[in-house]
């Protein structure tokens, strides 16, 4: 693993302060020390001195500094345990494993009940790739009396080795997984009518939309799913293919019935707990059995796991996508769009699962026609909790903000609109493969160009398997 960030250190810091202050022998417990004269200039004194300033700068988070103070003197005080400690905890989090195991070999073989050096060296393993001695010292670290904070930390690490162990197993193996999904629902408004009861005009005549711009309530039924294959290149690298289907049946607007398809292949690759994967993909969507719109384009995205020891530590990731949309039969509508945005995940209570995450986006859409061409930006955010053993509840909210271009020649204004959705929405296990989801969901776009200012409520009830 690579050397870890000041963050990172700070965390190992206040893991030794929950699991008592870093008090470190004192000299007088070595024969070394008692040998020694107490004169102001002693070695005794210099080495209190020395093991005072490496601990501070430690503490501030400046490892290299403490590493290379405490090396130039490593010929005068090596073997004494409080020197040796330091050093090893300066050369661990310098990039220096193996180093650092030396030195706290040293350290517990003098002192093996010194229980802030075992785990430092097992998290020195851990960066060295020697996963069992890891495993073994912070398990024994563990089987102490320790604050369950620290407890909660060294499993996180032993989880992470797990995890790490596992994925090993399986880099060889060629994985498949997928789900099959099918729903029933209500949707109030499924044609996007507007809610505007009249609408002005450019020359200021005021008319009443059709029939077929105002909302059409209908019931709906559907079936999805996707299959996804990985298949390893090498120890890091995988070839991953996907599959994702949709259909969704509106028997009181049978005109909205739509289909969707989409095929995705690229490469993944794992470098510690980071993660970055490129796609290439392409959809097809059907809109009453005819083809209304595909896409085709590129998705790139990585994901960052944060240290098992950083205790609400944010797993963050960035992502990026560019896709040409072809419209048959509308050549006009045609366009380029572009995203790139933020991600972020948080685990607020590992006990009861709650989980946050949340997303910050933006991009462009450019059509052949000025008015349909926009900028847009939004966040989204959602959190999931584990009501009890078998359900587990969702909430979430977004908000998109979209620019046009020009104006609408029709009306005279230039389109402005803000999106915002709310869902409400909860989920119970049946077993190890079946899932039984029920959600309702609010949309209300407010656009300056009246046909598209709506709102929308859908609830919906669906069960999954998953293979």
Same mark, same amino acid.
């Given at each position: 693993?690579?050397?870890?960030?000041?963050?990172?250190?700070?965390?190992?810091?206040?893991?030794?302060?929950?699991?008592?202050?870093? %008090?470190?022998?004192?000299?007088?417990?070595?024969?070394?020390?008692?040998?020694?004269?107490?004169?102001?200039?002693?070695?005794?004194?210099?080495?209190?001195?020395?093991?005072?300033?490496?601990?501070?700068?430690?503490?501030?988070?400046?490892?290299?500094?403490?590493?290379?103070?405490?090396?130039?003197?490593?010929?005068?005080?090596?073997?004494?345990?409080?020197?040796?400690?330091?050093?090893?905890?300066?050369?661990?989090?310098?990039?220096?494993?193996?180093?650092?195991?030396?030195?706290?070999?040293?350290?517990?073989?003098?002192?093996?009940?010194?229980?802030?050096?075992?785990?430092?060296?097992?998290?020195?393993?851990?960066?060295?790739?020697?996963?069992?001695?890891?495993?073994?010292?912070?398990?024994?670290?563990?089987?102490?009396?320790?604050?369950?904070?620290?407890?909660?930390?060294?499993?996180?690490?032993?989880?992470?080795?797990?995890?790490?162990?596992?994925?090993?197993?399986?880099?060889?193996?060629? *994985?498949?997984?997928?789900?099959?999904?099918?729903?029933?629902?209500?949707?109030?408004?499924?044609?996007?009518?507007?809610?505007?009861?009249?609408?002005?005009?450019?020359?200021?005549?005021? %008319?009443?939309?059709?029939?077929?711009?105002?909302?059409?309530?209908?019931?709906?039924?559907?079936?999805?799913?996707? *299959?996804? %294959?990985? @298949?390893?290149?090498?120890?890091? *690298?995988?070839?991953?293919?996907?599959?994702?289907?949709?259909?969704?049946?509106?028997?009181?607007?049978?005109?909205?019935?739509?289909?969707? @398809?989409?095929?995705?292949?690229?490469?993944?690759?794992?470098?510690?707990?980071?993660?970055?994967?490129?796609?290439?993909?392409?959809?097809?969507?059907?809109?009453?059995?005819?083809?209304?719109?595909?896409?085709?384009?590129?998705?790139?995205?990585?994901?960052?796991?944060?240290?098992?020891?950083?205790?609400?530590?944010?797993?963050?990731?960035?992502?990026?996508?560019?896709?040409?949309?072809?419209?048959?039969?509308?050549?006009?509508?045609?366009?380029?769009?572009?995203?790139?945005?933020?991600?972020?995940?948080?685990?607020?209570?590992?006990?009861?699962?709650?989980?946050?995450?949340?997303?910050?986006?933006?991009?462009?859409?450019?059509?052949?026609?000025?008015?349909?061409?926009?900028?847009?930006?939004?966040?989204? @955010?959602?959190?999931?909790?584990?009501?009890?053993?078998?359900?587990?509840?969702?909430?979430?909210?977004?908000?998109?903000?979209?620019?046009?271009?020009?104006?609408?020649?029709?009306?005279? @204004?230039?389109?402005?609109?803000?999106?915002?959705?709310?869902?409400?929405?909860?989920?119970?296990?049946?077993?190890?493969?079946?899932?039984?989801?029920?959600? %309702?969901?609010?949309?209300?776009?407010?656009?300056?160009?009246?046909?598209?200012?709506?709102?929308?409520?859908?609830?919906?009830?669906?069960?999954?398997?998953?293979?």
């Amino acid at each position: 693993m690579a050397p870890q960030s000041r963050q990172t250190l700070l965390t190992v810091l206040a893991l030794m302060a929950l699991m008592g202050p870093m %008090v470190l022998p004192p000299l007088a417990g070595t024969a070394r020390a008692q040998a020694m004269p107490a004169s102001r200039d002693s070695p005794a004194i210099g080495l209190e001195r020395l093991l005072q300033e490496a601990r501070a700068t430690l503490e501030a988070g400046e490892t290299r500094a403490a590493y290379e103070r405490l090396k130039r003197e490593e010929h005068r005080f090596i073997g004494i345990v409080a020197f040796d400690y330091l050093l090893g905890l300066a050369a661990l989090d310098t990039g220096y494993p193996a180093e650092a195991i030396l030195h706290l070999e040293r350290v517990l073989i003098n002192q093996p009940d010194f229980l802030q050096a075992r785990a430092e060296i097992a998290r020195a393993y851990l960066k060295a790739q020697e996963p069992e001695n890891a495993r073994r010292e912070f398990q024994t670290v563990a089987a102490q009396e320790i604050p369950a904070q620290a407890r909660r930390i060294i499993s996180g690490y032993l989880d992470l080795i797990q995890r790490e162990q596992t994925r090993r197993q399986e880099a060889d193996k060629t *994985v498949w997984r997928g789900h099959i999904e099918s729903d029933i629902g209500h949707d109030s408004n499924a044609n996007y009518g507007t809610s505007s009861a009249s609408w002005v005009l450019a020359d200021g005549t005021r %008319v009443l939309p059709l029939a077929t711009s105002t909302p059409n309530p209908s019931p709906f039924w559907g079936v999805s799913g996707a *299959v996804e %294959v990985l @298949v390893p290149i090498s120890g890091r *690298v995988s070839w991953t293919s996907g599959l994702r289907f949709s259909a969704r049946s509106y028997p009181g607007a049978s005109a909205l019935s739509q289909s969707q @398809v989409e095929l995705s292949t690229g490469l993944k690759l794992q470098i510690e707990r980071a993660q970055y994967t490129v796609l290439a993909q392409t959809q097809d969507l059907h809109l009453d059995g005819k083809a209304f719109r595909r896409a085709t384009g590129l998705a790139a995205q990585a994901q960052f796991e944060p240290d098992a020891a950083q205790a609400g530590a944010i797993q963050w990731g960035f992502f990026a996508q560019a896709f040409d949309m072809g419209f048959p039969g509308l050549d006009s509508r045609d366009a380029r769009r572009l995203t790139a945005g933020l991600s972020g995940a948080r685990v607020i209570a590992a006990r009861s699962n709650f989980i946050a995450l949340a997303s910050l986006y933006g991009g462009r859409e450019s059509a052949r026609t000025e008015n349909l061409s926009y900028d847009f930006a939004g966040v989204r @955010v959602l959190l999931s909790r584990s009501l009890n053993a078998q359900w587990t509840g969702q909430v979430s909210a977004s908000f998109e903000q979209r620019h046009f271009d020009g104006s609408d020649a029709l009306f005279g @204004v230039r389109r402005e609109d803000r999106q915002t959705e709310f869902r409400l929405g909860a989920e119970r296990a049946l077993g190890k493969q079946w899932v039984l989801m029920q959600d %309702v969901t609010w949309t209300r776009n407010r656009s300056s160009l009246q046909p598209n200012d709506y709102q929308r409520s859908q609830w919906r009830v669906s069960i999954r398997y998953k293979f």
